[in-house]
Each structure stands twice: as C-alpha cells, then as structure tokens.
C-alpha cells in the first residue's frame, strides 16, 4: 500500500519505515520466481515525502530493497 493511500493522522505518528520494494500485495509475492520492484525513483520519492512532509526520520528497506534503493535516498534527499 502507498503511502498516499494512508490517513495523515497514521502517517504523522511513524518515526521509521522500513519499506518493501514492492508495492504489491504480500500474496502476489509470495512464492513469486523472479523479484518483482517498484521503479526505484519512484519508490525513493515516496520515502523522502515521508521524511519532507510527516517527519519520519528513519528510512530504510525491507523485502527487495538493496542498496540502489538506499542510495537513491542518500542522494536525493534534502537536509
């Protein structure tokens, strides 16, 4: 799930994130025979709009994510 689809009222309580690299549903996923990935742009913006407009202050990855992801981040974001 995006996390446009989120209420701000959930969003503005995270402090952390550690994301999917895959906006798919865990049940597309499981047992899938290739990794499935969001575009890494896309899924990088995504995280710096958590950072930029809720405040969350850990940003980091989970299932997929490498570090491709990590660096998009690192070099997009805006202190």
């Not at 690299?21 to 499935?36: E, I, K, N, V």
Request: charged share 20%.
């Amino acid at each position: 799930m995006r996390a446009s689809e989120q209420p701000d009222t959930v969003l503005s309580r995270f402090i952390g994130i550690q994301a999917n690299a895959s906006s798919f549903d865990q049940s597309d996923l499981d047992g899938a025979a290739t990794l499935r990935l969001d575009d890494i742009p896309d899924w990088g913006k995504q995280m710096i709009e958590l950072n930029m407009k809720y405040g969350v202050k850990i940003l980091g990855g989970c299932c997929g994510t490498g570090t491709r992801h990590l660096q998009f981040i690192v070099d997009n974001i805006t202190v």
